[in-house]
T-cell receptor, first 114, second 111 residues
Framework: GDSVTQMEGPVTLSEEAFLTINCTYT??????LFWYVQYPGEGLQLLLK?????DKGSNKGFEATYRKETTSFHLEKGSVQVSDSAVYFC?????????????FGAGTRLFVKA | DAGITQSPRHKVTETGTPVTLRCHQT?????MYWYRQDPGHGLRLIHY???????DKGEVSDGYSVSRSKTEDFLLTLESATSSQTSVYFC??????????FGPGTRLTVT
């Protein structure tokens, strides 16, 4: 079945360090791919998305490229800030009999130290 | 801001009592979802709706029922609450590009 696997956390970085959070997926169709971010005490927020192979999603300095050949959608940021501390979820979306379903990874917690 | 509110935001209830959580949206989205979030399990789909009176089960639907009598409201009912249903519950709607927008969550504690 369809699934998402992302790297386990927590990930701890110093401010201005480079961030990579790995995400790979398994899907039978042609999924859309998403990254969501959850700050403490809040719901998930869409961070970026890509709808087809080789698309690059970007937002707030974060980027991820839809790689069909490696079934990956790794999240990157060149210089993290303390305010980026949050939990990051990779997700895929595919069409289903009832419409569209989204499958979430387990989440990766990021701590950024000043 | 997708205009999603959830009520209550916090609730403590006793085992065996029924509980209803409400999700309200203001933007006429067709698809609405209920998830629960637990440490070590990520986000799991309970039920979803694809229109008024049209609902279907997710992966963890046992012990839960839903209703959608109006486009803007999606109710989640725990028929007889158990301690295993202590969790944070999120409602979400689906946007035009299949992305999801989440409400602020309801923290439910069953004692």
């Amino acid at each position: 079945g369809d699934s998402v696997t992302q790297m386990e956390g927590p990930v701890t970085l110093s401010e201005e360090a480079f961030l990579t959070i790995n995400c790979t997926y398994t899907a039978t169709g042609y999924p859309s791919l998403f990254w969501y971010v959850q700050y403490p005490g809040e719901g998930l927020q869409l961070l970026l998305k890509a709808t087809k192979a080789d698309d690059k999603g970007s937002n707030k300095g974060f980027e991820a490229t839809y790689r069909k050949e490696t079934t990956s959608f790794h999240l990157e940021k060149g210089s993290v800030q303390v305010s980026d501390s949050a939990v990051y979820f990779c997700a895929l979306g595919v069409g289903d009999t009832g419409g569209f379903k989204t499958i979430f990874g387990a989440g990766t917690r990021l701590f950024v130290k000043a | 801001d997708a205009g999603i509110t959830q009520s209550p935001r916090h609730k403590v209830t006793e085992t065996g009592t029924p509980v209803t959580l409400r999700c309200h949206q203001t933007e006429n989205h067709r698809y609405m979802y209920w998830y629960r979030q637990d440490p070590g399990h990520g986000l799991r789909l309970i039920h979803y709706s694809y229109g008024v009176k049209d609902t279907d089960k997710g992966e963890v639907s046992d012990g839960y029922s839903v209703s959608r009598s109006k486009t803007e409201d999606f109710l989640l009912t725990l028929e007889s609450a158990t301690s295993s249903q202590t969790s944070v519950y999120f409602c979400a709607i689906q946007g035009a590009a299949y992305e999801q927008y989440f409400g602020p969550g309801t923290r439910l504690t069953v004692t």
